[in-house]
Structures are given as structure tokens and as C-alpha cells.
């Protein structure tokens, strides 16, 4: 079976976020997929990977694997981790082609948008950013 | 000086005889009746900047609709008035820090233009290779990264006097730091971070006594207590107008008159001349000399608006109103949350509430506090050596203002066992 695409994805995660009616409920479920993130090697979190927010921090690691972009991914601050997981669910494993395409409208869709606001300065934004530049780069090859 | 200014004994006790009705005045902030997210604001992030009275926007509409015009140009009739107000709000400031002369008042942009001014002008002419500038491990980055510019231009070294773990300065260290290499002494004179009130009477008249200038960053000091640079003999005072429930963008940099006659000018341009010619221009008597171009005419207008606001209430009245609310806040927060970490114990200190809650991320934290109409400050506060020193990514940071009540404690601490339901399994 192939991998589902980013827009089936998007579509899964607002199915899913639906079920939820308090904003509590929803950020509950964001955190226990924060928690439930493979945990990346310590080996990745360096100065290289960390993508700085004022706020909080993410590691952003991306590898090519059979022309699909893995990305591996992590942030100290757990909302920030969920939505972390949520972009490595979507992104990850996808063809460079399509990850350059992607708009991500489903975090928009879920109302979570603000955490992509550039105000929020959590590093979310420039990650988002990094994955599209790598993904590029893998185009231009 | 003008009579109607009040004298420092006036800063301190008001000049209201009736005691302050706390609640009443609250209306006088329009913004602290909004709702946030379905719930009444609670406004905490008071260090980062305070709310201002309608009494300030009041004055600056009056300015606007009825003598607006540039300052110290013309002769018609509205910029005499624009500039007598103008002036008039120097001399208000001059009074609010107890300054001799109000030309040693010079308008800023803020805290942090006022410091660069002094890393340009003091920093550039006056510090040699070898040279120290002495500040505290404390300091925002405000007054960290002039000084490195400054001693990277000049080969100077800038020394720095540790943090103890309860959040106050080494004196032993800077008692050994000061030196006849010192230059300088740039400290901060309350923490925004830890709410800590620095030893200025032991540490100014030390560093005096060699002979080292001072100057004061006092963004936290000015909108929690009266200020008398003449009684410290302090010879730079900075701070911004926005923490003291006046306007953006406007500040105030306190210098004696005997340095700022020496130092040079910082930026060039109109009203900082005396005469401009191609082959030499001769500059301004102060306070003009440091003011280049059109000024912060309306920032002005509004800072005096806010003083006098202030003047009636009175600084120790303010400074026993935000103790109540802050130390009652830690009270609360002690005994509500057992995995609750201060950071920053100080016994002198303002009502700056730093903290963490267990393993949680301060930005987490802060957002479902936000959610619950609880409006305060997360992350490194702009003073990352800090921060690093007490290894922490940053704090959850509660800052009072005397417009506070104790039912937005009460709203905080609900909120936080909420923040402490989601986050901490």
C-alpha cells in the first residue's frame, strides 16, 4: 500500500480534531501526540538542527530515503511538540514535489493556526520553512 | 522651578490627602475592562509594559486637536504652546527623578536608546584598550550588547558581577571587580525578570568613591518607586515612558550636566545645532545638543499626563499597593502548587513573579493562561546569561501593576491548575 498523501493526511488529522468540542480536549489530544512523537536522538539535537524561536525551541532533521523526505523532529515546549508531530505526520515520507506544494491548510482547518502566527516566535514558522527549503534542495538535484 | 511641581517628599506621599479608592481607579484604564478569549483580562505582563489612564490619551488628543506644531521652530502661536508643553513635561520628569536642572532631562526613544547613546557617546570617547565596564549578571540585553559593541570598537573588557542562587548580586565579587581599571559602573537597578531590587545605596557610593561614574538602568525602578538621583549622586539614569503607564516610544535619559557638557554629540541633525557651516558646526546647549530632529512631541505630551496621574496617587502609595498584590501572589502560588519553583527570592524586591511549574515549558504554560484571559510574560525575558546561569530555557513571568486586584490572583491561580492539569501528567 502507498503512503497515504499530505492532503489525505490533513483530511485524517480534521477527522480526527472533530471529535473534540473544548479547546481543552483538543490541546489534550495535541499534547498526547507530543508525548507519543518517536523520540529523536540526542545525536540530532545539535546547534545545527535547532531551528531558534524566542519562545521555544524545535530540532529539525531531514533525510532523503527512495526519493521521499524523512523528517525527524522535536521541541522542548510540549504544544509546540504536538504540532511538531502533526507537520512530521503530513510531511514526512512525502515526495519533495509534493512537500514544496503543500499548503498545510488543515492546521488552519483545526484551529490552530495562531501557533503558526510568526508573533509566536516558537519556531514553528521557520521550521515549516526548513522543511520546504530541504525538500527544494532535493529537487534541484 | 515651577511651583505647582511636586517636591521629592510629594512623589513619595501623593498629594491626594484621601486614601486611594484602588477599584475606582481601575476605570480609569479602559483596556482592563475587555474580555480575552471569554474571560475578563487579567493583566500581568505590567514589566514588559504597563496600560495606560485615559487621562493620557485625553492629553494627547488635546495636543492634537488644539495646539499641535513642531517644537523650538516658529514663531506663530501653536508651536509656542506645542514647545511650552513640551517643556513643561521636561520639567515634570526633572521632578520626577528629583534631577538638579531640567536640561539634564534628554528625551528618548527609551531605555534602550538612552543606553546606546551613552555606549556611543561616553563608550567611544572614553574608554581605551584595557579599559573595564562593570555591569551585573542581571542586565537585559539592553545593557549588555551596547557595551559589547562599544568594547569591541575600543578593545575596553566588560566584567560582570555574578547572580547568588536566591537571585541577588555577589557584593563580595563586586567589591573585588571594582577596580581603578573600572570605567564604568552600567547596572540594572530592579530586575525584570526576578523582581530584584539591586543594593544601589552600597554599590553607587562604592563605585563613587573610586571615582567610577554610574549609570542606572532603571526601566524597572521608575514605575514602582520614587527616584532621587541627586540623594544617590547618580550620574546616568535611564528608563522608558511605556512601563510607566505612559506612551510608546518615548524615554528619558537623566545625565549630569558637567558629563553631558563634555560628551559628544550622538546623532546629528536639526535643533541639535548652534551653527552649521561646511567647515565646522558648533552644537546646542543641552538638553537640545542630544535631541536631533523633530522630537516625540505627543510622547511627551502624554508622559506628563501620566506623571501627574501618578503624582496625585503618590510612589509609596503605588510601591505598598503592588507589594500587597505580589507578595500575596506568592503566597497563593506556594501554597496552591508544591511543584511550583521561584526563580529569583530576594527579600528586596518588586511585585515580578518568576517562575516554573514542575517540568512544564514556560511557552505552554503561557498559553493556557492566555486562554483563560491571564496575560503574562513567558520565556527569557531578554536576559538570556541570566537565564543560562539559573539553567532554566526561561520562566513563567506574573508582574503587578497598582491598577491589579486581588481577584486576578485568583484568576491566575485557577488558571495555572488548569495549565498544571494539561501539562504535568
Redesign the interface.
Known amino acids: 500500500m502507498s503512503h497515504p498523501s499530505i492532503q489525505e493526511i490533513g483530511e485524517e488529522i480534521v477527522e480526527e480534531f472533530s471529535w473534540f468540542s473544548s479547546?481543552?480536549e483538543k490541546?489534550?489530544h495535541l499534547?498526547e501526540m507530543g508525548r507519543q512523537l518517536p523520540i529523536i536522538d540526542a545525536a540530532y539535537k545539535t546547534n545545527e538542527r535547532l531551528v531558534r524561536g524566542?519562545?521555544?525551541?524545535v530540532w529539525l532533521h531531514a533525510e532523503s530515503e527512495d526519493h521521499r523526505v524523512v523528517f525527524r523532529a522535536d521541541s522542548?515546549?510540549?504544544?509546540?511538540k504536538g504540532i511538531v508531530a502533526l507537520l512530521v505526520r503530513a510531511l514526512s515520507h512525502q515526495t519533495p514535489e509534493d512537500i514544496v506544494r503543500s499548503d498545510l491548510g488543515f492546521i488552519d482547518t483545526i484551529g490552530l493556526k495562531a501557533h503558526l502566527s510568526p508573533t509566536r516566535s516558537?519556531g514553528l514558522v521557520s521550521m515549516i520553512h526548513q522543511m520546504k527549503q530541504y525538500a527544494g534542495n532535493q529537487l534541484n538535484h | 522651578m515651577n511651583a505647582e511641581l511636586p517636591d521629592i517628599l510629594s512623589w513619595r506621599k501623593g498629594s491626594s490627602a484621601q486614601p486611594v479608592d484602588w477599584e475606582k481607579l481601575r476605570n480609569d484604564f479602559p483596556i482592563l475592562q475587555r474580555q480575552v478569549n471569554g474571560h475578563p483580562l487579567a493583566y500581568l505582563d505590567n514589566a514588559a509594559s504597563a496600560q495606560k489612564p485615559w487621562q493620557v490619551k485625553e492629553a494627547e488628543q488635546a495636543l492634537y486637536d488644539q495646539y499641535y506644531a513642531n517644537v523650538h521652530r516658529g514663531v506663530h502661536t501653536l508651536s509656542q504652546e506645542g514647545t511650552n508643553a513640551f517643556e513643561e513635561a521636561r520639567a515634570w520628569v526633572a521632578s520626577f527623578i528629583n534631577a538638579p536642572e531640567k536640561e539634564e532631562v534628554i528625551f528618548t526613544k527609551g531605555t534602550t536608546d538612552g543606553i546606546n547613546l551613552l555606549a556611543y557617546t561616553f563608550g567611544l570617547d572614553y574608554l581605551k584598550p584595557g579599559d573595564e565596564i562593570l555591569l551585573t549578571g542581571m542586565e537585559h540585553h539592553a545593557n549588555i550588547v551596547p557595551w559589547q559593541l562599544a568594547a569591541r570598537r575600543t578593545g575596553a573588557v566588560i566584567k560582570v558581577v555574578p547572580v547568588l542562587d536566591n537571585g541577588t548580586l555577589d557584593l563580595e565579587s563586586f567589591d573585588k571587580l571594582l577596580s581603578e581599571k573600572t570605567k564604568l559602573l552600567s547596572m540594572v537597578w530592579v530586575s525584570n525578570s526576578l523582581g530584584t531590587i539591586n543594593p544601589v545605596d552600597y554599590m553607587v557610593p562604592k563605585a563613587k568613591s573610586l571615582g567610577v561614574p554610574v549609570l542606572l538602568d532603571a526601566a524597572q525602578a521608575a514605575p514602582h518607586m520614587a527616584i532621587d538621583v541627586q540623594a544617590l549622586d547618580i550620574d546616568f539614569l535611564v528608563f522608558s515612558a511605556h512601563k510607566v503607564i505612559g506612551p510608546t516610544g518615548f524615554g528619558v535619559l537623566y545625565g549630569k550636566r558637567s558629563w553631558l557638557d563634555m560628551l559628544p554629540p550622538f546623532m546629528g541633525g536639526g535643533d541639535m545645532i548652534d551653527q552649521v557651516r561646511f567647515e565646522e558646526t558648533t552644537f546646542n546647549a543641552l538638553p537640545h545638543k542630544f535631541e536631533a530632529g523633530t522630537p516625540h512631541i505627543s510622547g511627551a505630551i502624554g508622559f506628563c499626563a501620566a506623571l501627574k496621574y501618578l503624582a496625585q496617587i503618590g510612589m509609596d502609595r503605588v510601591a505598598a499597593r503592588e507589594q500587597e498584590l505580589g507578595e500575596l501572589c506568592r503566597t497563593k502560588l506556594r501554597e496552591a502548587f508544591p511543584k511550583l519553583r521561584f526563580i529569583g527570592e530576594a527579600t528586596e524586591r518588586v511585585a515580578v513573579v518568576s517562575f516554573l511549574l514542575g517540568e512544564?515549558?514556560?511557552?505552554?504554560v503561557?498559553?493556557?493562561l492566555d486562554?483563560e484571559g491571564v496575560a503574562v510574560r513567558?520565556?527569557?525575558h531578554c536576559c538570556q546569561p541570566l537565564m543560562d546561569r539559573f539553567r532554566v530555557?526561561?520562566t513563567v513571568r506574573a508582574s503587578f501593576a497598582f491598577y491589579n486586584t486581588k481577584s486576578e490572583i485568583d484568576q491566575l491561580i485557577a488558571a495555572l491548575a488548569?495549565a498544571q492539569k494539561?501539562?504535568l501528567p
Request: with cysteine; hydrophobic share 30%; aromatic share 12%.
Open positions: 479547546w481543552e490541546y489534550e499534547i524566542c519562545q521555544s525551541k522542548d515546549a510540549i504544544i509546540t516558537n | 512544564a515549558h514556560p511557552y505552554d503561557g498559553f493556557i486562554k513567558t520565556g527569557h530555557p526561561g488548569k494539561m501539562l
